[in-house]
């Protein structure tokens, strides 16, 4: 009898959590803390994307170049870290251009540009596979805010509003429910899952009032599911307060079962965070101050389950996923 | 007319080194400084290994994993940094197994503890592609040892032996000279080739006596005038003060040519480092204690030219080609 193959969690949790080392949080958070010793704390993260699996092969080179950047600067934006600087690894493939070369390091020089994050080294190599690039971000923080702080009572927050990139996923694939929407609908849910925006602007209001904290990348259901379970909590949470972008609205009115979609799907790149009931008052607020809207969701309950979400007529949802997984 | 393409060195020197930050020495060194100013000095490198291209599919797991380790490890020590800890990203193919991850994780490990390099996290993914592996490693350094400190004058120094992997990756191919070597000899260029062995005793003798440092990994030839073209100066290199193993003289004792290939090829992770007149003693004294042989090979000259390299006649040598590029 062959043995079922790992999850991507299970792999990350049996396999390579016995190997990590002071700093890493057995591989439970976002990021990881350089270990220092004393109060210095550089926090550093890395994400790859791969060609055909995180975006399409002809996706513009500068807007897979400028995902590539942000998807890391959102871990560290979730950290409440100020970014440093990354290092880049770029396998690539037989057919690479010049062109092509040149375009992803213009996009990639903007987003560094933007987001005061430059370039400190890398590695380029051949792959005879498709084009895959690794960034490793870092950052520097002066309380890294965990996954692990939650605490029963203490209320749930979400960032920007949900769903939009994997309703942009839909687009991009040319759903069907993509064709009934107007053309301004499709271009701004593509564009959410094209460029995701990194909510550097939360790191102060997250340092100073957020119990616990992470990036939404593989769906609201099942990240939450995480944080929760790193702080040894539950949770509940509304449906309806959910924050959903008109555009996402417009699509969930097509076809009602998107919104299992919106909230299962990944790509998000918001900050899912928690704060006591004390805190929660300045968290808003602080959060409302940086320009970036953080709406209350939900509240930590005592409990070791997945969070469970309800619906208008408090009913539980059951969703058949909670969250993206890669295999 | 078509543009040609870019060489390895041009993409890093005419397209990403313009991207470059305070502390990445405008991507010409083998690792970066986080830019945190003042005298803290964190170390960063990365460096990335493709089945197919760095190893052979069916290389065992645990040994791969290794080599993904060690290679880091050897651009910090040729920094004089020691290791804090690594992030590891991964990127699986269709048909990866539990026991491949196993075997994998177990020789990850060993390499963790037996350098003191912890897990710190890292990112797993899905590839159509071959299985790729990205590490970036963290050290601290009290001097951080750049490529660009050699001045006229100094000493040209190398450890271990040259040329051992670049031949050992002619036996992993079957390659002819191969089948006329002893089982012993074959046994230890492969292993050479397969299993690096980061210089990391050499930190403190780096530090204090060193004037220029860096690990060569593209072959001695190429690696030693990228050193001398990052300090601004040239070098004379007597081809026979090169240390060769018995397994590579036995080699070229067979096969002549053989010689350019273990000064040309890739693979070594041995340090090329310099000292002043003054500092080589110790420097060569200090290695010794250490453990690490340090070869004095030549002497760094005035000039912009690539270094020369001197037969025992006194004639120069003409590498058809420098070193290793993967494109």
Not at 47 to 52: E, I, N, P, R
Not at 104 to 114: I, K, M, P, S, V
Not at 293 to 309: D, H, K, N
Request: glycine share 10%; charged share 20%; proline share 6%.
């Amino acid at each position: 009898m062959s043995e079922r193959r790992f999850s991507e969690d299970e792999l990350i949790a049996e396999i390579f959590a016995p190997l990590a080392g002071d700093g890493a949080f057995g591989l439970r958070d976002d990021a990881a803390l350089l270990p220092l010793g004393g109060a210095r704390e550089i926090v550093v993260t890395t994400d790859a994307l791969v060609s055909g699996v995180h975006f399409f092969p002809d996706d513009p080179p500068g807007l897979v170049a400028k995902k590539a950047l942000r998807v890391n600067l959102s871990d560290l934006a979730a950290k409440a870290a100020a970014p440093l600087g990354f290092l880049l690894t770029l396998a690539l493939p037989p057919d690479w251009t010049n062109d092509w070369a040149r375009s992803f390091a213009a996009g990639l020089a903007e987003g560094a540009r933007e987001f005061a994050c430059p370039l400190l080294g890398g590695d380029t190599t051949a792959t005879p596979g498709p084009l895959t690039i690794s960034i490793a971000a870092f950052g520097r923080a002066t309380r890294f805010v965990s996954r692990s702080g939650a605490r029963p009572g203490d209320r749930i927050f979400v960032s920007g509003t949900i769903g939009d990139a994997a309703l942009g996923l839909g687009v991009a694939r040319g759903e069907a429910f993509a064709e009934r929407l107007g053309e301004g609908t499709r271009a701004h849910l593509l564009d959410r899952y094209r460029l995701p925006q990194p909510r550097l602007p939360l790191i102060a209001t997250l340092r100073e009032h957020a119990s616990a904290a992470m990036d939404v990348s593989d769906g609201l259901a099942g990240d939450l599911a995480k944080l929760l379970r790193a702080s040894g909590v539950s949770g509940l949470v509304e449906l309806g307060r959910v924050p959903l972008s008109a555009a996402a609205r417009e699509a969930i009115a097509l076809e009602p079962e998107l919104l299992s979609r919106a909230v299962t799907g990944g790509d998000d790149y918001e900050i899912l965070c928690c704060a006591s009931v004390d805190a929660a008052p300045a968290l808003a607020l602080a959060a409302g101050k940086a320009g970036v809207a953080l709406a209350e969701i939900g509240v930590v309950t005592v409990g070791a389950e997945p969070p469970q979400f309800l619906d208008s007529s408090g009913s539980i949802i059951n969703f058949s996923r909670l969250s993206f997984s890669h295999f």
